[in-house]
């Protein structure tokens, strides 16, 4: 039998929180230093769930809903489509 953990409910609050035209700016400079030609802008997203098989991938994944690539090179963002987020959980989140 598989067994499938779900998100609950997760709040994610910053003590460092900037608006939205900033946090563009701040994706295109890091798009930039990485030398990369557009970074991925996720707007919205919904549910999420997380496998646990024992031999299984261990990874979680989540469904976006509006997402944008956002262009080092100043072109106008570009929506996408059919966007999804699968990462192997001890990977998903940057070393603190």
Do not use: H
């Amino acid at each position: 039998m598989e067994v499938v953990s779900r998100q609950s409910n997760l709040i994610v609050s910053s003590t460092r929180a900037v608006s939205d035209d900033k946090l563009r700016q701040m994706l295109i400079d890091e798009v930039k230093k990485q030398k990369k030609p557009y970074g991925l802008y996720f707007q919205d997203i919904t549910g999420g769930f997380t496998t646990t098989q024992r031999a299984g991938l261990q990874a979680f994944s989540v469904m976006p809903v509006i997402v944008y690539k956002v262009f080092a090179d100043g072109r106008p963002d570009e929506l996408i489509r059919g966007a999804d987020i699968v990462a192997r959980r001890w990977r998903a989140l940057p070393k603190s």
